[in-house]
């Protein structure tokens, strides 16, 4: 199928679509894209809502893997996109006659194990799981559960115990091997044309291949072209997916593999049951006295001291009372030197190493079962094993903190006792560099925001993009469609105080009653605190607000809940923070106003940012200029981009900070987003102007 680039003028194939509208953007942005992945270069390609950035790739990426018989990997970054690109423009290119096989590839834990599932029928003590499991079985044996998705009624602790995990599974030597969800999905895979991914799959399989190289099945098969769609997030996750992190979460986890007490489950009692059932009782009792005596008891201790030392990390964060109360930063090669915490330490440390022992014990007398059959779950012993050797490496790694370009610190527990310890890279651009752009022959960074005032430094620095020589790199911006002059009224409060001010949060909220009153709600107001979106919350509601508008804030029912019923009732005002900033996609009148409260610098107290800026100064470089800045600027424009989403919409968007008129840097604010019309004035001047717009 060779690429045509007809196919998006008004009489190619996809005008026969009703209701398409050519966008010349639309098709240079395609041809972009199939030059790209034919000559093997490196692309960065913004594209403004409205462009149709994703029929822009999807096209030209079909007729490349088809003609060349090469995979393209797409990833995208939230659930959404991929939603869109699977039940919206896939098909919609498949009814058109274009021929095509794409394969949506999702991370192990998506899929139900069956082996999983059959053993945990062997210790299962609740009839309503019990009832789960079993239909669950069935419905593989029918080949109609796939994913999690076909499981709604299972709670995510049932979920955890049926789940596929990569080093849970035996592959070839399991008896469901063929039939397997997650095995019949690589297959397809491996014959797909387009991979679906998301960007932690995408780094997933990035990490297998460091260790086994490019030209082997990792969690995708071998792949040469990859486009990375909503880009602007690849760093974020990257820094996720790069970090170790030790915590009470993880190690309750770990316990609850071997021993959860109440329900009489986990692996012990697992092999227990299985032993019993096949040995002798003097052939047991030696197993049973290892389990009973030693190792049982031993997870009890590791349990205790584990509490305390999470515990010992909680106070030394409080004690410190630093700017942030919810996280602090751990001198790098310092570390903590508080003794109470280097007591726990030592003794989390040693009696992890002790229950390591005895498990090795476990594992040496369980040898030679390992092969009869009804002993499947020593594999999972070897496995979880593993999983004990792992959590004690990355405690030691996070507690040692002298990995050079590592950033450490504690974080407080959101709704338990105790901290996490953990450590991220603190530049993940030279790991993007090396693992991922540097194997492949192609490779298109693409989304509505990523440069600042038309230039890509800031991400191509973020993706390690710091390189020429290699590739011919591509940078490319197409500007939205829509006539921004003509559908938005900006407007610039002059008589709100500083955001810093104490009285700022009062002042918002009075003035907020004026604003809202302007487009009768359908309004989101975008915060960069949730403590700031709950004081304004709370000070409207004493005015009275709610019983004007329906009140829609975040925090109070789920993401999703709100943004729905903000999409059906009435005059709506949404009170969001950061989630909200994008992805949400309200289009026409129900959305006539965006409120900005604050421009949406970055906290400095936070301890990667901190690193970030302190690793810039040490280039040379200005942390505000290189870093702050544009990272503002994109998550603003991010934020009013909710505003149009049509051709036909129109709005206002206000921005309470008055820095964007006041400061220097606030002209890279306004340059930055597509020409409109501002306004800066008194509140009740720009009323009467808006009044008029509207
Ligand atoms: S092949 Fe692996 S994931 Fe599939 S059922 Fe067997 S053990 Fe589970």
């Not at 291949?209 to 099945?217: F, I, M, N, V």
Request: glycine share 6%; proline share 4%; net charge negative.
């Amino acid at each position: 199928m060779l690429y045509n680039s007809d196919f998006y003028l008004p009489n190619g194939l996809l005008g026969n679509v009703e209701g398409y509208e050519y966008r010349a953007a639309q098709q240079q942005m395609a041809d972009a894209i199939y030059q790209i992945l034919d000559s093997g270069h490196l692309g960065i390609i913004e594209a403004g809502t409205g462009t149709g950035k994703s029929l822009a790739y999807l096209y030209p990426a079909i007729c490349f893997a088809k003609t060349k018989q090469e995979k393209v990997v797409i990833s995208t970054n939230t659930l959404n996109l991929q939603d869109q690109l699977l039940n919206k423009d896939l098909p919609g290119l498949r009814k058109l006659g274009i021929d095509f096989n794409a394969v949506v590839v999702r991370g192990w834990v998506n899929y139900p194990c069956w082996a999983r599932a059959q053993d945990f029928l062997f210790t299962v003590t609740n009839s309503i799981e019990e009832k789960l499991v079993t239909d669950l079985i069935a419905g593989l044996e029918r080949q109609e559960v796939t994913t999690i998705s076909d499981c709604p009624d299972f709670s995510e602790e049932l979920w955890e115990e049926v789940q596929a995990e990569s080093d849970l599974c035996t592959r070839g030597k399991c008896e469901f091997y063929e039939h397997c969800p997650i095995f019949i999905n690589r297959r397809l895979a491996e014959k797909a044309d387009l991979l679906i991914v998301n960007h932690h799959l995408l780094l997933a399989d990035v990490s297998i291949r460091q260790k086994l190289g490019w030209d082997t099945t990792a969690v995708l098969p071998s792949y040469k072209h990859l486009i990375i769609d909503e880009a602007h997030h690849i760093q974020d996750v990257a820094t996720e997916y790069f970090a170790v992190k030790v915590s009470p979460v993880r190690l309750s986890r770990l316990l609850g593999l071997f021993y959860r007490r109440r329900k009489d489950r986990g692996l012990l009692n697992r092999i227990r049951q299985q032993v019993s059932k096949s040995l002798s009782e003097a052939e047991a009792a030696d197993i049973f006295q290892l389990i009973d005596w030693h190792i049982l008891p031993q997870i009890r201790v590791v349990d205790d001291v584990g509490a305390k030392f999470f515990d010992e990390l909680a106070k030394y964060l409080q004690e410190r009372n630093g700017a942030d109360p919810e996280s602090l930063r751990i001198p790098f090669r310092q570390g903590i030197e508080t003794e109470s915490v280097l007591t726990a330490y030592d003794l989390l440390h040693s009696n992890l190493r002790k229950w390591e022992i005895q498990l090795e014990k476990l594992l040496e007398m369980t040898e030679s079962l390992s092969e009869k059959e009804g002993f499947e779950s020593l594999f999972y012993l070897e496995a979880y094993y593993q999983r004990v050797v792992d959590f004690r490496v990355d405690l030691e790694f996070t507690m040692d903190v002298n990995q050079p370009g590592y950033v450490y610190w504690l974080k407080a527990m959101e709704r338990q006792r105790g901290a996490s310890l953990q450590g991220a890279p603190i530049d993940v651009g030279p790991l993007l560099k090396e693992n991922l752009l540097f194997q492949l022959s192609s490779v298109i960074f693409t989304s509505a925001t990523l440069s600042v005032n038309q230039d890509f430094t800031y991400f191509r620095k973020n993706v390690g993009i710091d390189f020429e020589e290699a590739w011919d790199l591509v940078t490319l911006i197409f500007e939205s469609p829509f006539d921004y002059q003509k559908q938005v009224f900006m407007a610039v409060p002059k008589d709100l105080p500083l955001p810093d001010s104490s009285n700022y949060p009062e002042e918002l909220a009075n003035k907020l009653v004026d604003i809202l009153a302007l487009t009768k709600g359908r309004a989101f107001v975008l915060f960069t605190s949730y403590k700031m979106l709950k004081e304004v919350a709370k000070y409207l509601r004493t005015v009275g607000l709610e019983q004007t508008y329906n009140f829609l804030v975040q925090g109070e029912q789920s993401r999703y809940i709100l943004i729905e019923r903000f999409k059906v009732e009435p005059n709506p005002v949404l009170l969001g923070t950061d989630s909200f900033w994008e992805g949400v996609d309200v289009a026409g009148e129900a959305l006539s106003s965006v409120i900005i409260t604050k421009l949406p610098f970055t906290v400095p107290t936070d301890p990667i940012v901190m690193a970030r800026s302190e690793l810039i100064l040490e280039l040379g470089g200005n942390p505000f200029r290189d870093y702050f800045l544009p990272k503002a600027v994109l998550k603003f424009r991010q934020g009013c981009g909710r505003l149009i989403r049509t051709k036909t919409d129109r709005g206002l968007l206000v921005i309470c900070d008055r820095r964007i008129m006041d400061r220097n840097y606030g002209e890279t604010f306004i340059q930055s987003l597509a020409s409109c019309s501002i306004e800066n004035d008194y509140l009740d001047k720009l009323k009467q102007e808006v009044n008029l717009w509207l």
